[in-house]
């Protein structure tokens, strides 16, 4: 039975506010949805949001091209221009029924408008996309109570800081204990003295937007002074400041909770379910008709509909572009029909997209997409070759490609052995045992310089570690801490990529000049003495597959004797009568038979045959093994068709490149957040980013960051591989860059990079000076002499140090003092005062921290037992 109160199709008229859009400009708008009318907002308000107020975003760009609201609305007039239209409508968190559905209503008129070349997007409070983000990242979200400005006093307010790229500012409806936590930064607004409460467990990004919205807020209601107050070291604050900060919050009943645990994004157990969908007699109904990876093909019928379940992450519903118009007015309203069904929470984010408009976060849970534009013609990628020294003159075709130069540099290359690394003589050391592991050092060519000098590589030196398929994992282990002693020694200008057999990066394989040779079993010039390997002892026979056909792509594979042979490929083989012969396919490229070649060449004197001109000279050489196995490819048809080599050009695509930023909570329990649209400013040097370019993940080491957070960027990119929609292999590549040291292969997936942009990067501590200090004197409104607390970004169980006092983990005293079987897993019950906050640790002892531990461990221990923290 159709709902009377829905709008027909036919009879929806566009709102007036929505006819000043032209279907071909670009831009960015932000209207407010009141009961009877649409509000535009003025540019200077938009990230400012109500949390009783529903509004309608529409961002429109050139399809490949950014967009946020600093965008420039303009007229497109280029025929053929692609335009991507994305439509969210946010709900506040205290919406009312009849509010929401109004926005509802009011973006199937602005896609009607638009002729449903829209992507739309609900976005619920707190519970935002990272698309709808990534347009307020350089000012954050603000986010008052009430309907608009007179529902709320101005002060006095409280404000709580969440989130990252961007920073959200959320007024509290009350002003409590309550809302503190100390992995927050806080803003408690007064009309003499704006507070900026930093929480202990907070980075640097999250503290220089509290600062900056503190003197937002100072600003615009005209307000004396901003004060900086440190979570546990309220009471260094002034006499008057702690009159004012007491008038609201008494620190006589200060209580702040830990910094709360929030699941890791992407969710490893997370399954993609696909629903194909239809209306029977006014019924909407979904069947499932697949469970795991998803493929293109899966949604196929230009009429259909699919629904995309990747619960928590998002819920998509998928209109073919036949489909009736009447499907896609009304797609929102059924697919929150579905997760209202399946009992999902109702912040859970869905979203409507168009076959042949499909957005990156879309295409993103398939392993493979060829796009279309909205009339069916496939967009053509590049297929065209790249010289090597050419890309080095353009970073973003250098990263395109994953070479850093034309590995001309120089190369040493260590056998990783139990009790010894030994090095291998240049000579042998093109060919590798897929029972062992190596590590290769490379100096990278000075001819990667640009002519003018303005963009060489940032680093000197690659350390590669390569593990054999059959390798010990001792092994690995072993050249796991190799390579941090040849970095360690290294010092500067280093790039540390650990790599597994059959996954090899360009650049690598480009450094051998496509002609590494990976042979199975192990080496058995591991069983030398000495420390070089001076002898590299062949099997009798074996026959190697050529894999590739430039030298970033090629290598030479030892292949089994069940082996099929095709005639695409060129093979090498070194018969039992030490003859070594190429045969080359009829149908092979003469680019993989000048690399068959080279290859060979290693092995001595060669003779190429081509398929179908054998001579009995070569089967008499090679013998029966190799003929039973053409004449087995022959009598096959060649219907089974050789596996497909990851084409690195092909790599390349927005949808699968992703930034990540990672952060250790309160029990060391790492957490992902994606950063959409990212740039070279979200790197932030107090933490760790992986970077994920679909066949590398590169983690990003800050200069700021934690020594456990350095430590543990490994595990976080596996994790980030095997948390990811589409099922990857977690041995692939994986480089550590560190800041200041970035190679132009990373580099070039930033559209743009500042080398000097770090130098002039403002610091929380330069800001926190400038505030307490503004003319380079006075106590900045603390007691003379109180201890500043020094920056941190994670927090700490007790591991038996006394350093970085406020690194760990503070509960209340009350706490401390009860029962321990009550007590925390991080707290040692031996060492319960390091658990203490400044303010309660002078309370208690009369002391500062660092005085108590100048005392003898026994009066130590005396004053704990007097003061029951024993």
């Known amino acids: 039975m159709q709902d009377q109160k829905r709008p027909v199709y036919e009879d929806i008229k566009i709102d007036t506010a929505f006819r000043k859009i032209s279907p071909r400009s670009i831009g960015f708008h932000i209207w407010r949805i009141q009961h009877d009318h649409v509000e535009t907002l003025p540019k200077e308000q938009y990230g400012t949001f109500y949390d009783e107020c529903t509004y309608v975003i529409y961002a429109a760009s050139l399809t490949g091209t950014g967009c946020d609201k600093n965008t420039i609305n303009r007229e497109i007039k280029t025929a053929g221009a692609a335009i991507e239209r994305n439509i969210h409508f946010w709900l506040g968190a205290?919406?009312?029924?009849?509010?929401?559905k109004s926005a509802a209503y009011k973006i199937i008129e602005l896609d009607l408008h638009l002729d449903h070349k829209t992507t739309q997007f609900r976005e619920s409070q707190g519970h935002e996309g990272i698309r709808f983000l990534s347009y307020f990242k350089d000012d954050g979200i603000v986010v008052h109570?009430?309907?608009?400005?007179?529902?709320?006093?101005?002060?006095?307010?409280?404000?709580?800081i969440s989130g990252?790229?961007?920073?959200?500012?959320i007024q509290q409806k009350t002003i409590s204990w309550q809302c503190f936590n100390s992995g927050q930064v806080m803003i408690l607004q007064t009309a003499t003295i704006v507070f900026v409460w930093i929480g202990r467990s907070t980075g640097s990004v999250e503290r220089i937007f509290g600062i900056r919205m503190g003197e937002r807020l100072q600003k615009l209601h005209s307000i004396a002074e901003v004060a900086i107050v440190d979570d546990g070291y309220e009471q260094s604050m002034s006499i008057a400041r702690k009159d004012v900060w007491n008038a609201y919050l008494n620190l006589a009943k200060r209580f702040v909770k830990p910094m709360p645990l929030t699941p890791t994004a992407g969710g490893g157990d997370t399954l993609l379910k696909l629903y194909q969908c239809d209306t029977v007699n006014g019924v909407f109904r979904v069947e499932l008709v697949k469970t795991g990876t998803l493929e293109q093909a899966d949604l196929y019928g230009r009429d259909s509909i699919y629904i995309v379940d990747y619960f928590p992450s998002a819920i998509w519903i998928w209109i073919g572009r036949s489909s009736h118009k009447q499907n896609r007015a009304e797609a929102m309203r059924h697919v929150r029909g579905y997760v209202i069904k399946k009992g999902y929470p109702a912040s859970t984010p869905v979203?409507?997209?168009i076959d042949g408009l499909e957005p990156a976060e879309f295409v993103s849970l398939f392993p493979t997409w060829v796009s279309a534009d909205i009339n069916g013609n496939t967009v053509k990628g590049l297929s065209e070759k790249f010289d090597a020294l050419t890309l080095i003159q353009r970073p973003r075709m250098a990263a395109k490609i994953q070479l850093m130069d034309d590995g001309s540099g120089d190369m040493t290359v260590y056998q990783i052995g139990l009790d010894e690394v030994k090095e291998i003589p240049l000579k042998y050391a093109k060919t590798f045992y897929s029972g062992n592991c190596y590590a290769v050092h490379y100096e990278v060519a000075c001819s990667t310089e640009n002519a003018n000098g303005s963009l060489p590589n940032s680093i000197r030196n690659v350390v590669y570690l390569w593990c054999g398929l059959n390798a010990p994992p001792e092994h690995r282990t072993l050249g796991e801490a190799f390579l941090n002693e040849l970095c360690d020694h290294l010092k500067k200008n280093v790039v540390?990529?650990?790599?597994t057999e059959g996954m090899e990066p360009p650049h690598f394989l480009q450094i051998f000049k496509g002609a590494l040779i990976v042979l199975n079993a192990q080496d058995p010039s591991l069983e030398q003495g000495g420390g070089v390997v001076n002898l590299r002892k062949y099997p009798t026979s074996f026959v190697l597959k050529v894999v590739g056909n430039t030298t970033y792509t090629c290598k030479a594979v030892q292949v089994s004797s069940k082996t099929l042979y095709y005639p695409e490929d060129c093979y090498i083989l070194k018969a039992p009568d030490n003859e070594v012969w190429i045969w080359c396919g009829q149908y092979s490229t003469g680019d993989s038979r000048e690399m068959a070649k080279s290859i060979a060449s290693q092995l001595g004197e060669y003779n190429l045959v081509m398929e179908g001109n054998e001579t009995d000279e070569f089967f008499n050489s090679v013998?029966?093994?190799?003929?039973?196995?053409?004449?087995?490819?022959?009598?096959?048809?060649?219907?089974?068709m050789p596996a497909v080599q990851m084409n690195v050009a092909q790599t390349w695509d927005h949808s699968v490149i992703g930034l990540y930023r990672c952060q250790l909570l309160e029990e060391g329990k790492p957490t992902l957040r994606q950063i959409f649209g990212f740039t070279q400013r979200d790197l932030r040097p107090d933490s760790v980013f992986l970077l994920d370019a679909g066949n590398i993940v590169y983690a990003w080491v800050g200069e700021q960051t934690l020594p456990e957070e350095r430590v543990?960027?490994?595990?976080?990119?596996?994790?980030?591989?095997?948390?990811?929609?589409?099922q990857r292999d977690t041995a692939m590549p994986i480089a550590t860059v560190r800041q200041g040291e970035e190679p132009i292969t990373f580099v070039g997936f930033f559209d743009s990079w500042d080398k000097k942009y770090y130098e002039t990067c403002a610091l929380y501590e330069n800001l926190r000076t400038a505030i307490e200090y503004p003319n380079g004197v006075g106590a900045g409104g603390r007691i003379p002499g109180a201890p500043i607390p020094v920056p941190r970004s994670s927090v700490r169980s007790d591991d038996g140090s006394s350093d970085d006092f406020d690194r760990y983990q503070k509960y209340p005293l009350d706490m401390l003092r009860g029962d321990p079987a009550n007590l925390p897993a991080s707290v040692n019950p031996t060492r319960k005062e390091i658990h203490l906050t400044h303010d309660d640790f002078v309370t208690?002892?009369?002391?500062?921290?660092?005085?108590?531990?100048?005392?003898?461990?026994?009066?130590?221990?005396?004053?704990k037992k007097q003061k029951k923290l024993f």
């Open 145 to 160: 109570s009430g309907s608009d400005a007179s529902s709320t006093p101005a002060e006095p307010r409280l404000y709580q």
């Open 844 to 863: 208690v002892f009369s002391m500062t921290y660092h005085e108590f531990e100048e005392l003898p461990k026994w009066k130590q221990v005396e004053l």
């Open 712 to 726: 543990q960027c490994w595990d976080l990119a596996k994790q980030l591989i095997a948390s990811h929609p589409v």
């Open 496 to 499: 540390q990529v650990r790599i």
């Open 94 to 100: 205290n919406i009312s029924p009849e509010r929401s």
């Open 164 to 169: 990252t790229a961007p920073q959200r500012c």
């Open 623 to 640: 013998g029966e093994k190799f003929l039973k196995q053409l004449k087995k490819t022959t009598a096959a048809g060649n219907i089974i």
């Open 351 to 353: 979203a409507r997209v």
